[in-house]
């Protein structure tokens, strides 16, 4: 159960704090796209769990229609896409500990662990590492977003 809350609050706060607010309702109306991943999850599935949908190959339909939509400039769909891809993105950042990156072409799961130590104990998690590099990504993909709308704004005038 946490780590389903984990896995819808955490992209949503992260595009909540840096995202356009004209879009917040498909903020708000594609947050189940980051569960996605986690059908896999499904007893029926489980030899396949974090195999079959913890994979960059799951990110190729809504990155390839983000891009297509960012060159056709077709801005409403663009930021449509690019939420999704986010959501998607942020699901595989947020289980860095054990996904299988290259399935079906590798049935290795990769485990990454970015604990940093302190004399005192340790500072940073991997969870926190996770959470860390998800909200750098909101961040990277909200002033892409103001350079897009800046463009817009240009081919208008």
Do not use: C, W
Not at 16 to 42: E, G, S, T, W
Not at 54 to 70: D, K, Q, R
Not at 93 to 120: A, E, I, R
């Amino acid at each position: 159960m946490a780590d389903m809350l984990i896995h819808l609050a955490i992209p949503f706060v992260a595009l909540l704090a840096f995202y356009d607010r004209r879009y917040l309702k498909y903020v708000i109306f594609l947050i189940p796209l980051a569960m996605i991943p986690d059908i896999d999850h499904i007893p029926m599935l489980t030899p396949l769990r974090g195999l079959l949908l913890h994979n960059v190959f799951i990110l190729i339909p809504t990155a390839a229609l983000t891009a297509y939509t960012f060159v056709k400039r077709k801005f409403i769909y663009y930021n449509i896409f690019l939420i999704a891809t986010f959501y998607l993105i942020s699901h595989l950042l947020l289980d860095l500990h054990y996904v299988g990156l290259l399935y079906p072409f590798s049935n290795q799961v990769f485990s990454f662990k970015f604990d940093v130590n302190l004399q005192y104990g340790p500072a940073i998690t991997s969870l926190g590492a996770y959470i860390l590099l998800t909200f750098v990504l909101a961040l990277i993909i909200s002033l892409s977003n103001v350079r897009n709308i800046l463009r817009e704004f240009k081919v208008r005038s």
